[in-house]
């Protein structure tokens, strides 16, 4: 799989790992950010999901080729009502889908995507790419469009009235010890739609094409994509304004893999990290651009943490993420703000949650919304939180969302209805139980907003 997810030395990456990073301006997707693959560094890596497959018995299994896709509707959706006036959407039809990847805004509703086995395979097996739409984000459809076999696809943007959607294509198993000689054209690759049901795969430059897809975003006027390519997996950044012709950059100011990118106000802003091997420990990286090569930001000296999301208001960018060894029980946050993308200002430690980590952040009327988790009971598992800010420095409690603990924060994004959140869980396999047979489950959260800020 050409994409990447998130541990960290012994650090416990609240939420795990997800698709497509969380490089989003308002309305467009988020999931959590990767963490770049640094040489002598902590011992990462990548990949679109580490969890089995989501299970759940409502809707029929996906298509293999030659197959006619299927649509289920739900009906009136089941809601638990949680804090903060959030809802968890107990009958989201996932199917057998291993995860919803990314989400975004398209008219007034949503459209997510995500992948599952072909039928008849397991979680090592090939996939399909799976769609959900909404129309307000409450009540939600599931298709599995033939055009979008073997494919994983790991994020979704809206540019134009137009769908883009990005994944792997591959005609190979995902995990098998025997050799499979793949299609000629497989790799990272991107579809467009007007409406989600019927897609068209869409030439990308061989660069993109056969390197590591780590992010899709969109800033209103072109698609933006970061990830790795070349034999040396160097980072770089591909800009168009219709899908069709690219501009590739590459000048990323040591911030190489970005993890974490926004766009707004004509800039685009990028965070990485640095490892100290002295100090075992990472410091944040950050850059700007107006299009061209990246240049440095200015970010407090000494700025530790990994930028997990960023995002951008009319207030300014906002950006959150974790230390890399907090001290202590629990995670430890990290939070900065910048009127402008250049120069930031951190958050008081004092003033951020204890042992919590942040994963996302959205722009919201009135402010931001961060998105992370406490651990939970479970082992191995979290419970999603959520925090509001005015100015992305100072935090409130916007949570717990109710619905139980997961392993991985999916996706998340925000519409003109409102904010919907996608997690995964899943139950490992023991030596008796192959992979292939894991069972899991996906959960989804929407926030209604009314235009007028958070409730």
Do not use: K
């Not at 638990?80 to 199917?95: C, E």
């Not at 409406?195 to 390197?211: E, I, K, N, V, Y």
């Not at 970010?299 to 990994?306: D, K």
């Not at 997690?423 to 030596?431: L, R, V």
């Amino acid at each position: 799989m050409l994409t990447r997810a998130v541990i960290v030395g012994a650090v416990l990456l609240l939420g795990g790992c997800g698709g497509v990073a969380p490089t989003q301006g308002p309305g467009t997707p988020g999931s959590t950010a990767p963490l770049p693959a640094t040489p002598g560094g902590p011992s990462v890596t990548r990949a679109a999901a580490t969890a089995g497959p989501a299970s759940q018995t409502a809707v029929p299994a996906s298509v293999g080729p030659g197959q006619s896709p299927g649509v289920v509707a739900t009906g009136s959706p089941g809601v638990t009502p949680g804090a903060g006036g959030w809802q968890y959407l107990s009958d989201f039809p996932a199917g057998s889908a291993i995860e919803v990847t990314g989400v975004t805004a398209h008219g007034d509703g949503f459209v997510a995507v995500g992948f599952e086995p072909y039928q008849g395979e397991g979680f090592g097996g090939r996939r399909n790419g799976v769609v959900w739409m909404s129309a307000e984000g409450r009540r939600w459809s599931r298709e599995v469009p033939g055009d979008l076999a073997s494919t994983s696809l790991l994020g979704v943007v809206s540019l134009g009235g137009q769908l883009y959607a990005f994944g792997e294509y591959s005609i190979c198993p995902e995990l098998s010890e025997e050799e499979c000689l793949d299609a000629p054209d497989a790799g990272i690759a991107m579809w467009s739609s007007p409406d989600g049901m019927g897609w068209q795969r869409l030439a990308l430059p061989d660069s993109l094409r056969t390197g590591i897809l780590d992010g899709a975003l969109t800033d209103g006027r072109q698609l933006i994509v970061h990830g790795s390519t070349g034999e040396e997996l160097l980072g770089a950044v591909w800009l168009s304004p219709d899908g069709e012709s690219w501009t590739e950059v590459r000048e990323l100011a040591g911030v190489d893999p970005i993890n974490a990118l926004a766009a707004g106000a004509g800039r685009l802003v990028a965070f990485g990290i640095r490892y100290l091997p002295e100090e075992d420990d990472v410091e944040a990286l950050a850059a700007w651009s107006e299009g061209g090569a990246f240049a440095p930001a200015l970010l407090p000296a000494g700025q530790r943490g990994v930028v997990q999301a960023v995002t951008w208001s009319e207030a300014g960018f906002s950006a959150v993420g974790l230390e890399y060894e907090p001290t202590g029980d629990g995670l430890a946050s990290v939070a900065l703000a910048s009127a402008d993308g250049v120069s930031w200002t951190a958050a008081d430690p004092g003033q951020l949650p204890a042992g919590a980590g942040y994963q996302g952040v959205l722009a919201v009327p009135g402010g931001y919304l961060a998105l992370g988790a406490l651990p939970a009971a479970a082992a191995g598992r979290e419970q999603l939180f959520a925090w509001s800010s005015a100015d992305g420095l100072e935090w409130r409690e916007y949570g717990p969302l109710a619905g139980g603990a997961y392993r991985q924060l999916s996706s998340y994004g925000r519409g003109a209805a409102g904010v919907i959140a996608f997690a995964s869980d899943f139950e490992p396999s023991d030596e008796l139980e192959p992979v292939e047979q894991e069972l899991g489950t996906a959960h989804a959260w929407f926030l209604p907003l009314d235009g007028q800020g958070l409730p």
